[in-house]
Each structure stands twice: as C-alpha cells, then as structure tokens.
T-cell receptor, first 115, second 112 residues
Framework: DTAVSQTPKYLVTQMGNDKSIKCEQNLGHDTMYWYKQDSKKFLKIMFSYNNKELIINETVPNRFSPKSPDKAHLNLHINSLELGDSAVYFC??????????????FGPGTRLTVL | DQQVKQNSPSLSVQEGRISILNCDYTNSMFDYFLWYKKYPAEGPTFLISISSIKDKNEDGRFTVFLNKSAKHLSLHIVPSQPGDSAVYFCAASAFNTDKLIFGTGTRLQVFP
C-alpha cells in the first residue's frame, strides 16, 4: 500500500515539449513537496504546498508550475522542456507545514530525460 | 552555496564492523538534522534525526552525533549489515521551517 506515489516513473521527451508528473499521497498529510535531484546528486526543494496553498517557492523557472487540486495531490507541470531539466524529481509529504521536526515521506521518484 | 556537505562520496565496510558517515554544515541557523537512506530506484526514507539541543541520539544500531561547535554530525551504524548498503543523505533545517537542505549523499557498501 504505497504512501506517496508518482507517475510516471520514467519520462523521456524532446526539448520544447510540455509534460506533467503526478503525485498522490494517502497518508492524510497536509503538506506536499517537490524536490529535484540533478546529475550532481544535489537534492533540492522546489515547492511546498500546505492544504493546496503554495508555501515554499524556491528559485525555479516559471516554466515549472505546481498544481494542487486537493491536499492529497500535487502535480508538477513543466513547459518548454530544456536539456537542463533532466533530473530525478521526487514528491514528498509531511503532516505539518513549517515544522522542522516533522518527517517527510518521499515518493519513488520520476526520472525525466530531455533529449 | 552548499550549506550541507558530505565529503565522502563512498564508503566500504565489512559486515559486522562500524560504519561512520560524516556531514558538515555551514549555516549556524540550522537546528535540526536528519539522516535519510536511499535504495536504488526508491525515494529517500527517514532514518534518524537529532535536535541541536542534543549531542547524541540513538535508535537501535544507528546513532547520530552532533558537534555544534564544529558544525559536524556523524552517523554510526554498528554492527553494519549488507542490507545497510545504500546512499545516505544528511539533511538540515532551521527552526520553524520544513525546508530541508540536503547533502550530496554517501554511498555505503557493506560487504560480507
């Protein structure tokens, strides 16, 4: 019974295309996140949402737009894909927002390859 | 600006021995530190954490030590088991924020 799930697991696409990655959590958490792990293995936060409201928005190009239809889902839409967008994208969730001690649970990741 | 650093990209340890993974940080505002473990093709999973008011936290075979003056923390695994083979990420956050800053990870291999 998967706690945080992402689809698709792999995504290969051409430069300039628009793509979406979906994330769902069944933990009843209020907060969800998107992280990016680049080729140098840096795992960096991109966004966080608390109960459908944007909380953290790091320095991410406007081509990236998170959408939260409800608190159990946080999708990531990427417009005009570039080579540098190739990375593994992880979704995560936690019970609370703004709590440093609250455990974040990660999904399995989506490996995006832009050709 | 890499605020959390794991300078050893890999570590190889014999089964039954102690594994020591190190992490350094630069931001003095960090007050909560975590270790995550990651297997291939899976997301990171929480392992153990420590608050800045402590210098040690233990959970079974896993112990995290924090040296605030040196801005250094370490994860000790004893005894190491083959199932511990994974990538270990150190992470830190500041008070009242859930923004985690991760290191680049250390790949631990435990061999028989």
């Amino acid at each position: 019974d998967t706690a945080v799930s992402q689809t698709p697991k792999y995504l290969v696409t051409q430069m300039g295309n628009d793509k979406s990655i979906k994330c769902e959590q069944n933990l009843g958490h209020d907060t969800m996140y998107w992280y990016k792990q680049d080729s140098k293995k840096f795992l960096k936060i991109m966004f966080s949402y608390n109960n459908k409201e944007l909380i953290i928005n790091e320095t991410v190009p406007n081509r990236f737009s998170p959408k939260s239809p409800d608190k159990a889902h946080l999708n990531l839409h990427i417009n005009s894909l570039e080579l540098g967008d190739s990375a593994v994208y992880f979704c995560a969730s936690s019970l609370l927002s703004g709590s440093s001690t609250d455990t974040q649970y990660f999904g399995p990741g989506t490996r995006l390859t832009v050709l | 600006d890499q605020q959390v650093k794991q300078n050893s990209p890999s570590l190889s340890v014999q089964e039954g021995r102690i594994s020591i993974l190190n992490c350094d940080y630069t931001n003095s505002m960090f007050d909560y530190f975590l270790w995550y473990k990651k297997y291939p093709a899976e997301g990171p999973t929480f392992l153990i954490s420590i608050s800045s008011i402590k210098d040690k936290n233990e959970d079974g075979r896993f112990t995290v030590f924090l040296n605030k003056s040196a801005k250094h923390l370490s994860l000790h695994i004893v005894p190491s088991q083959p199932g511990d083979s994974a990538v270990y990420f150190c992470a830190a956050s500041a008070f009242n924020t859930d923004k985690l800053i991760f290191g680049t990870g250390t790949r631990l291999q435990v061999f028989p």
